[in-house]
């Protein structure tokens, strides 16, 4: 067995040292399950070798471990130490030829620190895994679903924020990595079918996140990402994604936001499944928080079961403000008790704090009149001839050329692109043939 | 500018609490209490969740601070006055006085724009001070009697013009120029 390993290291050392990376990728996998079985002795292994030097043996020996953590149960300090001392010191031209077995390392990585329950520990790993190994700033990688994973774990956002906030042009996958090596590793073809799953929960993580710190527009949309994947059958992930898309939607538009038509999975597969919360967007639309209030009660088991409880009383607690907007537009003053028996709140004082609140958040423009317990609606102050407002105006502006420019920079790649060429003009050549008579006959100017 | 005072120390610390495995107590109190002053409340919610359970029923100035979170997240200013008169440890007081200052201000912003009378009673017992120290505060509304109760006229503050910068004339004389031409 020793001997084994004892090969395993030579082959490392003389290939790594020949500068021939590629033909190690390729013949390390091979070496996997051998790691794995040698996992009492992978520590002495490990001292023979630099990181540096040799990044791809010692990522196999990582790997190794890492797959052997249920049977070993390894020190979690030892492993996350080794994983932190590696994304900071090893070698990315090394690290280029085995990016699928890096993914890889990462997501066993995950799992291992959700099962002890270190998650935070591994925020700062991944966050500098992904600053190596993207090729870009705007590149999606699956470790964003591992770190999103974590992030919720640990409950700790500051870091993945940043990732989340960028808009994602470009998407790593095991599938185009394997093929832009043409790799053919049984072992990956597994995990290239997992692609699907780590965009989707990169998307389903990274809404939670946004509704978690109550930025729901940008929730609302990593949601209607998620669930607009083109599909031919429906992912789990999807189904929880569409019922909190409707619920998020409910409390940014006050109904269910646009869903574009090309997706067929939502109506064949997820409405019949989701049709308690498309109940609840019906009470909704009824504008009785007093039936709200019942509905949500009654159907609070499948709520909580989704673990979707507080949503549903972000729900409620929206409601009550619709209405008070409402309010704001077909009044000019109203008394607390008024608005308070309007909007179905128990007292004058209680909706006296919800108009306070909505004040000081923007949400309306009144003032009370505690004297006679009066509110009084105002119209919206702005009047856009202010120097913020300009600068708001200005970065808006700049916001929307950078989206035409990165638009018009993608379009050109797809006109580029031999294969879109191709199609597109041999489909032209059909419609040519077969439409020619018809448009000539349509012609009005005939 | 105000914000950012406390940045650097926020950054170190946050970088502090995802490297240990178990960070002290004191990185949580400065974390809470720089996450109020800069009412990131969504953060100062998800850090009290993540503290683990034992240091929260030890240390009575966390949940103190805790109580604080709360206030301010209900938008409750009476809770929130009542609960910031505390003994802080010396490291916390800066913080929290900064904090203090900084809600009494947004207190009487907030009430001057969203009401036009107010009780003397309810705005003492909103900001939990005594009728002297309110007078003090707002000494230029006005007063009116209303029955044997006080009521408070709130006046208008002036938004402050600000003068457009540099940076913005110039973009602004770009835009006129392209529209010239």
Redesign the interface.
Known sequence: MGSALENYVNQVRTLSAAGSYRELADELPESLSLLVRNWSILDNVLETLDMQQHTLGVLYVLLGKLHSAATANPEP?QIIELMREFVQRSNLDQLRYAVCPFYETCHLFTDFLVQHN?S??G??VLSLAIDQIRQMETQLTPIHADLCQLSLK??????ILPYLDTDITDISTVAAECKNQQQQQPQHTLDANNDAKYFLLYYYYGGMIYT???NYERALYFFEVCITTPAMAMSHIMLEAYKKFLMVSLIVEGKIAYIPKNTQVIGRFMKPLASHYHDLVNVYGNSSSEELRIIILKYSEAFTRDNNMGLAKQVATSLYKRNIQRLTKTFLTLSLSDVASRVQLPSAAEAE?Y???M??SGEIF??????DGMV?FKDDPEQYN???M??NV?TNITQVLDLVKQINKMEEEIILNPMYVKKSLGSQDDDLASQHPKTYSGDPTD | MQQDKYNDKLNRLQNEELENIAPGVEVYHQLMAIYLYQNKLANAKFLWMRIANNLKEQNKELAQLNLLNLALQHNNYADFFKHIKYEWSETNRPIIDDLLAKQREELFNLTSTAYVSIYEQNLMEMAQMTAEELHNACSDWTREQDGDKRILLPKMKEPTPRVASDDQLLKLTEFVSFLEN
């Open positions: 300090m270190l935070i520990l925020i700062k640990a409950k700790n956002f500051n870091l978690a710190i109550k704090r108009i306070l609140n004040i000081k009144a003032s009370i009149n505690q004297k009084l202010l120097p913020d300009f600068l200005q």
